[in-house]
């Protein structure tokens, strides 16, 4: 999914260390995706108050939402750089295309992750059968050392697993299961490639159940909460809220709140130690990069390379223009320099 905002801010994300003990609650800020009567997005990373969790610098949230009468999803061709998206469905079905050659779909408890490295496009538009969408759209930035790695898809459905049966979970008083669509959890290894260590999971709660993860202690972790309820270490989260914890601890424990079942996302990383500038769907490590790209875009560069078959009626999505002045840094509590 492309970030359509008509005027988007330019973002210099920075990492950030705090207590592990802590939980820093984020709530997000609505985002229309095109024109005024367009699906409304949550978007809470990047953040004012954080920019990170691990490599995961940009959390869409959306839906359930329905969208007959808009006609549907229809994001036509957009340029990706120094990035992998990661799409993930609750609900609802999207067609996907790209540069690379790729046309796949996106569907509930499947992950597509898309590298777009060097440069690429792609577009998304939803199938003529989907009349409820409800997902995520995750962005993980690439360390420097691969910002330029080639075009690559992968498409993965990963197994439903009850935690009750694995090792490095304890369970009381219900039910949880998971699917682990990137990194490792509970003996559960997700085939789908990344360039820097990552944990991507949906988990689903019953009611009246706390659950204990054996985590890695050199992840952060955040935990966004798409139905229900949950304590994060005690500290309540509601619908929409993303709890955030810095690397340290070796457990994470979660509770259902208000005797409801709950589905979460729970995503980790390694800190992320490098700077990026995050403009639009670019990410690069400087303002000229960005600048350029832009212009690359714009003029039909074979960096992005040409998206085939897409039918809708726009036949690329124009790059909004540049904030006045320099892109300017903004470290971990927003502050730019």
């Known amino acids: 999914m492309s970030n359509v905002e008509a005027r988007p801010d330019e973002i210099h994300c920075h990492s950030g260390t705090g207590s592990e003990t802590s939980i820093q609650v984020l709530s997000g800020r609505e985002v229309p995706l095109g024109g005024p009567r367009s699906m409304l997005v949550r978007r809470t990373l990047p953040h004012r108050e954080r920019s990170f969790i691990g490599a995961w610098c940009f959390v869409d949230h959306y839906g359930p939402a329905d969208i007959r009468e808009a006609n549907g999803m229809d994001v036509p061709p957009h340029p990706h750089t120094g990035l992998q998206t990661v799409s993930w469905l609750f609900e609802g079905e999207i067609e ?37 969408l409800h997902g995520l759209q995750l962005w993980v930035a690439l360390p420097e050392a691969d910002a330029d790695a080639p075009r690559q898809f992968t498409h993965h459905a990963p197994e439903r697993i009850a935690l009750s049966d694995r090792s490095g979970c304890r369970i009381v008083g219900g039910e949880a299961h998971a699917r682990v669509f990137i990194g490792s959890l509970a003996g559960e290894t ?6 820097s260590p990552l944990l991507g999971v949906e988990i689903t709660m019953g009611a009246d159940a706390t659950l204990v993860l054996e985590v890695r202690s050199d992840f952060e972790h955040g935990v966004l909460v798409d139905t229900g309820e ?20 070796k457990t994470l424990r979660l509770r259902t709140l208000k005797s409801s079942p709950a589905r979460i996302v729970l995503l980790g990383g390694e800190p992320f130690a490098e700077e990026i500038v995050m403009w639009w769907n670019f990410v690069g490590r400087s303002h000229e990069e960005i600048e350029r790209f832009r212009t690359e875009w714009q003029n039909e560069s074979d960096r992005f390379g040409q998206v085939e078959g897409y039918q809708g009626t726009t036949k690329r999505l124009p790059a909004p223009p540049l904030p006045g002045g320099t892109l300017k840094a903004r470290n971990r509590h927003g502050r730019r320099t």
């Open 96 to 132: 996907h295309r790209d540069s690379g050659g790729e046309h796949g779909f996106v569907r509930p408890g499947e992950v597509n992750l898309m590298t777009g490295g060097r440069g690429i496009a792609h577009s998304e538009v939803s199938t003529p059968s989907t009349a409820i």
């Open 190 to 195: 997700s085939p789908v490639p990344t360039y």
């Open 230 to 249: 949950v304590a994060m270490e005690g500290v309540r989260l509601g619908p929409a809220d993303l709890g955030c914890r810095d690397a340290g601890a």
